[in-house]
């Protein structure tokens, strides 16, 4: 059974951190891409984030850039995200997503980022 | 960025009727190798997104066959064949063919 569960999200201060974790488990994940997705509370789905099935190539969007980064460790089976410099408007449940023929095809349950002071 | 613009935003819908949500971008969603990366996606009330639907019209594993899509280049449906109740809830399209990949704003399906 494919198992995505998301840790790492919580409670933080405008202009703090967070190292928010995806643990894999039931598929190949040593070759598989993957997403980050983040949904604002009550709004729509907003890309964040993919990385390769090797790490060495990652892609953001354009309001997290500089300021997130994507990493993985095959070993571990574990995907992460390491949000930087954060704001209000970063407030959001994040899901991770394995990305496979062109669609997220597998999403964990997401774990909630609020920002505020 | 390509934007997804889904219609209608909001559909009551009356169980055991159809339901048809239509997806439309703003450029051709062709890729380069010749596919199509559109998809559709659900999301239940306080569940995590769901993909139904792949490449335009192929369902994803564990997918009810009265879940279909069709389309091509920028205009995209999703169709429901007959309504049940566990079918309540937000449908997104994405696109994938170019980056950034981008979602529509969302479709409530919800019982008449």
């Known amino acids: 059974e494919v198992q995505l569960v998301e840790s790492g999200g919580g409670l933080v201060q405008p202009g703090g951190s967070l190292r928010l974790s995806c643990a894999a488990s039931g598929f190949p994940f040593s070759s598989s891409s993957m997403h980050w997705v983040r949904q604002a509370p009550g709004k729509g789905l907003v890309w964040v984030s993919h990385?390769?099935?090797?790490?060495?190539?990652?892609l953001y969007a354009d309001s997290v850039r500089d300021r997130f980064t994507v990493s993985r460790d095959n070993a571990k089976n574990t995907l992460y995200l390491q949000v930087d410099s954060l704001r209000a408007e970063d407030t959001a449940m994040y899901y991770c997503?394995?990305?496979?023929?062109?669609?997220?095809?597998?999403w964990g349950q997401g774990t909630l980022v609020t920002v505020s002071s | 960025d390509i934007v997804m613009t889904q219609t209608p935003l909001s559909s009551p819908v009356t169980l055991g009727q159809p339901a048809s949500i239509s997806c439309r971008s703003s450029?051709?969603?062709?890729?380069?190798?010749?596919?199509?990366?559109l998809s559709w996606l659900q999301q239940r009330p306080g569940q995590p997104p769901r993909l139904l639907i792949y490449?335009?019209?192929n369902r994803f594993s564990g997918v009810p066959d009265r879940f279909s899509g069709s389309g091509a280049g920028t205009d995209f449906t999703l169709k429901i064949s007959r309504v049940e109740a566990e079918d309540v809830g937000v449908y997104y399209c994405m696109q994938a063919t170019q980056f950034p990949p981008t979602f529509g704003r969302g479709t409530k399906v919800e019982i008449k």
């Open positions: 990385i390769d099935s090797d790490g060495s190539s990652t």
């Open positions: 997503a394995r990305y496979y023929n062109g669609a997220p095809d597998y």
């Open positions: 450029q051709n969603l062709v890729h380069s190798d010749g596919n199509t990366y």
């Open positions: 490449k335009i019209s």
